[in-house]
């Protein structure tokens, strides 16, 4: 009985020495966070290109209609209509920039270059609109609320 539980030990010592506490993602860390391999972001992984809609919440008006068309040559066109506010289309258009991550963009309004940026992040067929600072919206709606759908691919 004595020789059982021994080699019960020995043999739990010996299968946790096999751990050799190597990440097997191919994700690297730092200071303790897991950090997203360079070589896959949004910008390399995901098919960014397309049409993106949703509507935005709007203090003085139903919602805000958005639609933003993100080119392969890094331009950009937007159109907003502001319901309930009669013909208020608005549209802009530009450039974007990826961030050094590869996994937001900033929109740069061609003809307001002095405008304030417009950050989101790319997701699977996804934007995500960030705040003035490139960060996720924290509001008391819903997440969604700030999640705009791919409706076009570019073929």
Not at 62 to 81: H, P, Q, S
Not at 88 to 104: A, C, M, P, V
Not at 115 to 138: C, H, M, P, Y
């Amino acid at each position: 009985m004595k020789k059982n539980v021994i080699l019960i030990c020995f043999a739990l010592v010996a299968l946790s020495a096999c751990n050799t506490g190597t990440n097997r993602s191919n994700n690297a860390r730092v200071n303790g966070t897991e950090v997203a391999d360079p070589a896959h972001n949004s910008r390399n992984s995901l098919d960014w290109a397309g049409v993106y809609t949703g509507t935005l919440p709007c203090a003085d008006c139903e919602g805000i209609d958005v639609e933003i068309r993100l080119n392969e040559d890094l331009t950009y066109e937007r159109v907003m209509i502001y319901r309930g506010k009669g013909d208020n289309r608005l549209s802009d258009s530009g450039r974007f920039e990826w961030d050094e991550n590869g996994s937001k963009i900033k929109l740069i309004d061609s003809t307001s270059p002095g405008s304030a940026n417009n950050w989101f992040q790319v997701g699977e067929n996804k934007l995500f609109v960030l705040d003035t600072e490139g960060n996720r919206i924290e509001s008391s709606l819903p997440p969604e609320t700030y999640i705009f759908e791919k409706t076009e691919v570019f073929e």
